[in-house]
């Protein structure tokens, strides 16, 4: 299995352009989860959906921030317009009902964000 | 707002010795803890979960849980250099009638591991 596939990997933008991210989940797995990591608040959950519904989306900052996932091997993550405090590494991770009761979360490799 | 505090560190312990890594959280309703292990400049990855008070053992991992006192600790017996990383303590929200898949992450402790 080819993992979590997340892109780009990286993404230098300027204050105020539009910013996409994008990531594919492992086959089968019917959760998805946005992250967001910084140094000062640490690993923090956005929003996550269950069979392509968004379920919780408590933890996205402000209304710059927008997630879709159109079908269930495909999300993406809008920031519009970027600012420099939106400098970070996004993470998105599956995970799939009933993996032997662990509710474990595979993480794909990370897009560092950087706002200038 | 739901809290889960760990020690930043750093830890340093020398190779060979035992590495215990602390957790404490304020949700009362919380039923699931895991940890996972992030190596610098990669992803996190799960090492442990524990749903039940007392002790839980995988190889040289052994997690522990006191759900009165709020608190969940990994010990690392033998420690190797390759341990040497920064360890999440993640709590989930299901017993506050959210969903075992909300987790909280701690900010993190950074282990390291000494030859």
């Known amino acids: 299995d080819a993992g979590v596939i997340q892109s780009p990997r990286h993404e230098v933008t300027e204050m105020g352009q539009e910013v996409t991210l994008r990531c594919k989940p492992i086959?089968?797995?019917?959760?998805l989860f946005w992250y967001r990591q910084t140094m000062m608040r640490g690993l923090e959950l956005l929003i996550y959906?269950?069979?392509?519904?968004?379920?919780?989306d408590s933890g996205m900052p402000e209304d710059r921030f927008s997630a879709k996932m159109p079908n269930a091997s495909f999300s993406t993550l809008k920031i519009q317009p970027s600012e420099p405090r939106d400098s970070a590494v996004y993470f998105c991770?599956?995970?799939?009902?009933?993996?032997?009761?662990?509710?474990?979360?595979?993480f794909g490799p990370g897009t560092r964000l950087t706002v200038t | 707002q739901k809290e889960v505090e760990q020690n930043s560190g750093p830890l340093s312990v020398p190779e060979g010795a035992i590495a215990s890594l602390n957790c404490t959280y304020s949700?009362?309703?919380?039923?699931?803890f895991f940890w996972y292990r992030q190596y610098s400049g990669k992803s996190p990855e799960l090492i442990m979960f524990?749903?039940?008070?007392g002790d839980k053992e995988d190889g040289r991992f052994t997690a522990q849980l006191n759900k009165a006192s709020q608190y969940v600790s990994l010990l690392i017996r033998d420690s190797q250099p390759s341990d040497s990383a920064t360890y999440l303590c993640?709590?989930?929200?299901?017993?506050?009638?959210?969903?075992?898949?909300?987790?909280?992450f701690g900010k993190g402790t950074l282990l390291t591991v000494n030859p």
């Open positions: 524990i749903y039940s008070n």
């Open positions: 991770a599956s995970s799939s009902t009933g993996l032997a009761g662990s509710y474990e979360q595979y």
């Open positions: 086959s089968g797995h019917d959760y």
């Open positions: 949700d009362r309703g919380s039923q699931s």
């Open positions: 959906f269950n069979n392509n519904v968004p379920i919780d």
């Open positions: 993640a709590v989930n929200a299901a017993g506050s009638g959210g969903s075992n898949y909300k987790l909280t």
